[in-house]
């Protein structure tokens, strides 16, 4: 369990990088960003196929997703200067809790 949700993490970490880097290329259109940002989110997939092995898949891809999505409100917030609301950071808590039901029920 540990050693999937790390890899996990991993995976979040370089879909959010990608994520980043779409963001950047939205205001510059360099056909090379593109292409990194495609091979991030290729990089950030394979940890959660690896996953597979060890947890359910909806499981997995929920734990990804919030995780991408966790490091994309601190990245945004940090980077990008956007706000985060207090209805945000329940929603987080909300999904933090939907992937917790999901794992006490397997």
Known sequence: MIYSTLILLVGG???TIGDVVFKYWT???K???YVVGLLLYVAGLIPLIESYKYQ???LASALLVLFNIIILTIVGWMYFGER???LE???LLAAGVAVLCLELSG
């Open 13 to 15: 970490v370089f879909l």
């Open 27 to 29: 205001g510059h259109e």
């Open 31 to 33: 056909p090379l960003l």
């Open 56 to 58: 359910n898949i909806e």
């Open 84 to 86: 985060i609301s207090w």
């Open 89 to 91: 950071i329940a929603g």
